[in-house]
């Protein structure tokens, strides 16, 4: 059936980097697109990144600049490269990732997310 599974996250400094990774456990099926989503406390989720292939890529406006989504197809896994990080960008991430042409959200099914905390 399998599970996405992100890590990477911890606590950072303003203006440090972390990088985040997703993964389908559980399932050999091929991820083809992957976005990152985040959630905040009282706040709604809201996305961050989305990569179908090297050429379609977007960003929300708040991390143009500062965050890179990538996709490593021989380990079915995606990245968010997160740098020149700030304080709003506390938050726990979560990835969705595409399997043919089926989010894996939509089932529902959302990983445990992992914890990015930005603070001095």
């Known amino acids: 059936q399998g599970r996405l599974v992100e890590s990477g996250g911890g606590l950072v400094q303003p203006g440090g980097s972390l990088r985040l990774s997703c993964t389908l456990s559980?399932?050999?099926?091929?991820?083809?697109?992957m976005r990152w989503y985040r959630q905040a406390p009282g706040k709604e989720r809201e996305f961050v990144a989305g990569?179908?292939?090297?050429?379609?890529?977007k960003y929300a406006d708040s991390v143009k600049g500062r965050f890179t989504i990538s996709r490593d197809n021989a380990k079915n896994t995606g990245y968010l490269q997160m740098n020149n990080l700030k304080s709003e960008d506390t938050a726990v991430y979560y990835c969705d990732a595409r399997v043919g042409s089926v989010w894996w959200s939509e089932s529902g099914s959302w990983g445990q997310g992992t914890q990015v905390t930005v603070s001095s």
């Open positions: 559980g399932s050999i099926r091929p991820i083809n697109a």
């Open positions: 990569i179908i292939s090297a050429g379609n890529i």
